[in-house]
């Protein structure tokens, strides 16, 4: 009984961690995207597309910040006059 103790606290704890990072990540993600759109409410919702559209395509965490700062130049509508 006192190993399936010790297992299922294993378990949970493992999975804890696992869950906790994995939502870190999210978060750090979601923060520099947020940061590269600045305090217009369009681009930011241009920018969250831009992240959903990166981590569908795959595109790997070191290669984000790039990623999206090329999206954040690309967008429509920061033409300078």
């Not at 006192?2 to 906790?20: E, K, N, P, Q, S």
């Amino acid at each position: 009984m006192d190993y399936f103790i010790v297992v299922i606290t294993t378990l949970a704890g493992l999975y804890f961690h696992w869950w906790i990072y994995v939502r870190i990540k999210r978060w750090m993600d979601r923060d520099l995207t947020l940061a590269l759109a600045g305090n217009s409410p369009d681009k930011r919702n241009y920018m969250l597309k831009r992240l959903s559209e990166a981590q569908a395509a795959g595109v790997k965490r070191r290669d984000l910040p790039a990623w999206l700062e090329r999206a954040a130049a690309e967008y429509p509508g920061d033409e300078q006059a």
